[in-house]
């Protein structure tokens, strides 16, 4: 075993008693850092010439260690020496010991072994005082816990000086075949990261992060490599067990949430493991730059037609059902789709997950958002056949801006769970020449009950029920051949990702994303699921009418922001509650840009 503290080593060979003996922490000009000296304590000096030396007491201190952190912590994923009592000295790095803390603290080696496969800091499960700074000899036994290597049952935690340990740099992603087991335990600092999940900020005080920018649905896009990916990630932790504190425990600087997309610099802090990820538990404070800040309106997009699709996130009038559970809840999850829709200010949008009660929802939401708008500025239009779902498609309009020509359709096909809306659109001003066709669509979602046979997931990414997607897709392509709508424009939230079957099947019929046409790669998003980004909500316009689009983007106000923000009042902190657009849905809106003839 190499020696833990060299002149701690010289002295017991050289037969020198330890008892008395205190460890502090060599001058920078005297030692390396990392390095501890020794000196005594209460030293009376030489005794008189005669006089016997007194005898000093025995201290904790001079109980050697047993191990090395590093024989404890081993070369592999679980440690050699589980089960056995050992005592082992290092440096304090990380106390988490406070109320609603890990309940423990990590020692470090400060002289390591030199081994790249083995870590030279543990967790130390025990309430015995000690503070960050500390060189602590620990006795207890090597445990795993959830696949943390720990001390439990600790009998000592003897505090015998102080030390320095400088964190590690690490650098994202990682050596492939690596991993980072060999730095569980270890103090590191991380460079730029990037926020790419903050789901569970609220809930557990964790966010995903990743180097070199957020990360990417491997189905939205060529050139996403999810092995690559999953070695540039890491959960950034809270050092707590606290679920749903009435504060966030982190915020960017300069606003009171985090968005995916904002960055952290010069992070620092212990490296754990829990839950099947590797967690940072910081030590000090966490600084987050607002790199992705809030769009106040959408992109401009041209045109004299605006056209939008967004998913509501059940919006439901009938309480206790999908959507709000309260009359409070349901007043403020109108209060934010309203906002979203003034925002958008379409003449014509697509609206997805509409409760399924004929017109009630719709007409409550066309209600709330003409009472801002203005009396008759908006009017609603539900499916002839809206299905036996619980939600529906629908569509709003400005009879200012547009007319519909003929009645609403739809289809009888089963394929469809959630029937389109077919809807045909003429300019107030504008002739034949102005029509063009809304097909609103919600298609089947990736989730995995009751799927059997090829809906089954296939392991290739795209999840449960893609069979059922691509059915869809090509039945929509059979209503455009029968039908022969004018320039038609299928939207909607089709649960398929952009380089899915489902959307590959709607272009090879002949279809255009307009997101793929105008939105940059880096900005082509509507959710963000599992920390990965892509874009489930689609435009797609026949050839004939991708000849008008003047533009489109994708308002991101939902799939970056964190659902504390949304309008339930269960565990969201009060204060982070805004009658505004952020987080009125799970989805991010799409706006398009038409320029149609007019008289």
Known sequence: MRPLTRAVAALAAAGTAMAGLAVIPASPAAAAPGTVQTARLG????????????????????????????????????????????????????????ANGLGGFTVQDPDPDGDPATSDAVFVYSSRPVAAGDLVRVSGTVTEYNGLTELTSVTAADVCGTGTVEPAAVTLPWAEGTGLERLEGVLVRFATLTVSEVYDLARYGELTLSAGGRLYQPTDRAG????????????????????????????TTGSSSVRVGDTTRGLTGVLTYGFGAYRLQPTRPVVIDPANPRPPRPRRVGGDVRV??????????????????????????????????????????????????????????????????????????????????????????????????????SSADPVFRRPPLIQEFRRARGGAGSAFTMIVNHFKSKGCD?????????????????????????????????????????????????????????????????????????????????????????MLAARSLMKRVTGATIWHVNADEGRFLDYNTEFNPPALYAPDPFRSSDHDPLLLGLDLPGH
């Open 308 to 409: 939008a699709s967004l998913n509501t996130l059940n919006w439901f009038t009938t309480l206790g059902s999908r959507g709000a559970t309260t009359a409070q809840e349901r007043d403020r999850q109108l209060a934010k789709l309203v906002a979203t829709l003034k925002g958008l200010d379409p003449d014509v949008a697509g609206l997805m997950e509409v409760e399924n009660n004929g017109t009630g929802a719709l007409d409550a939401l066309v209600a709330a958002l003409n009472a801002e708008a203005g009396a008759g500025t908006y009017r609603g239009i539900v499916s002839p056949n809206p299905g036996t779902d619980a939600i529906q498609v629908a569509l709003i309009y400005k009879p200012a801006a547009v007319t519909p020509a003929g009645p609403a359709r």
């Open 224 to 251: 996403v490599d999810p092995a690559r990916d999953a070695r540039r990630r890491v959960l950034l932790d809270d050092a707590s067990t606290v679920q749903n504190p009435p504060a966030l425990p982190y915020h």
């Open 43 to 98: 030293d009376p000096g030489p005794a008189p010439s005669g006089t016997p030396a007194p005898t000093p007491a025995a201290g904790p201190c001079e109980v050697p260690a047993t191990a090395e952190i590093a024989e404890v912590q081993g070369a592999g994923e679980t440690s050699p020496l589980a089960g056995r009592q050992v005592r082992v000295q290092g440096v304090v790095t990380g106390d988490f010991q406070g």
């Open 450 to 538: 009751g799927a059997t046979g090829a809906d089954l997931d296939q392991g290739d990414g795209q999840g449960c029920f893609n069979d059922e997607r691509v059915r869809q897709a090509r039945a929509v392509l059979d209503l455009i051949a029968t039908a022969r709508p004018r320039n038609p424009l299928v939207l909607g939230d089709l649960n398929a990702y952009g380089e899915e079957d489902p959307v590959h099947a709607l272009e090879k019929g002949g279809l255009t994303s307009v997101s793929k046409e105008f939105v940059r790669a880096r900005d082509r998003y509507s959710y963000v699921f599992g920390g990965l980004s892509g874009e489930l909500d689609h």
